[in-house]
């Protein structure tokens, strides 16, 4: 799996769109860009993958450079309940099912 | 409601005591998996389950056992716990499995958290 490059933490107002960057400059063309958050201790929690489009839930966005080396998770108005860990994981198609998570983003929501 | 669940959520254990870590997901999932979580190293795989009876270690199996009778429950056994497994455990299932898989997501437990004296 490729390795991602996340900031080690970020802050963001109440309200306001959090927007989470990710390089992942090794990408190869079979690997999917899937984004988890940990809330302080809780099981991880899946928000949303893509390939190479733009993808959009009821959780989040995700953009997607046009090379592939880099995304975005934008929150589009954060809440404090949004405070949590951020996970940017590259994978491909049809391996072996373990997620690598690394450090990732920790994103403190504030008043 | 779909989801994995977790006993005992705490436990607080001491050396060379056996036990066992249940986890079970009601939503038909092939693919299950433990990982730990520590301090600094983040969430590592332990063991995972493609299918009934058709488990493999993962990245750090020393010291844990897993069985996979039925689809539903993936218990982890630690046979003789040392307190450098004290840690956050997690259980997770996937829709993958031997089927192949694109983009499924993996849902993840609500942890266990083991001390070990």
Same mark, same amino acid.
């Given at each position: ?6 900031? #080690? ?14 390089? @992942?400059? #090794? ?12 809330? @302080? ?7 949303? @993958? ?21 995304? #975005?998770?934008?929150? *589009? ?5 949004? !405070? ?28 | ?27 038909? @999932? ?30 750090? *199996? ?18 003789? *716990?040392?307190?450098?497994? !004290? ?22 437990? *609500? ?7």
């Amino acid at each position: 799996d490729a390795k991602t490059t996340q900031p #080690t933490s970020m802050d963001c107002a109440e309200g306001r769109a959090a927007n989470l960057p990710c390089n @992942h400059s #090794t990408i190869s063309g079979n690997e999917y860009v899937y984004w988890y958050r940990q809330i @302080h201790s809780q099981g991880p929690q899946y928000i949303i @993958h893509g390939l190479k489009n733009n993808e959009t839930n009821e959780m989040a966005s995700l953009i997607i450079t046009e090379d592939r080396k880099s995304s #975005t998770l934008i929150l *589009p108005h954060a809440t404090l309940r949004d !405070t949590a860990v951020y996970y940017c994981i590259v994978r491909a198609v049809g391996t072996a099912s373990k997620l690598t998570f690394g450090t990732g983003t920790r994103l403190q929501v504030t008043l | 409601e779909a989801q994995v669940t977790q006993n005992p959520r705490y436990l607080i254990t001491v050396t060379g005591k056996k036990l066992t870590v249940t986890c079970s997901q009601n939503m038909n @999932h092939e693919y299950m998996s433990w990982y730990r979580q520590d301090p600094g190293l983040g969430l590592r795989q332990i063991y995972y389950s493609m299918n009934v009876e058709v488990t493999d270690k993962g990245d750090v *199996p020393e010291g844990y056992k897993v069985s996979r009778k039925e689809k539903r429950n993936f218990p982890l056994i630690l046979e003789s *716990p040392s307190p450098n497994q !004290t840690s956050l455990y997690f259980c997770a299932s996937s829709p993958w499995g031997l089927a192949g898989g694109s983009y499924n997501e993996q849902f993840f437990g *609500p942890g266990t958290r083991l001390t070990v004296l």
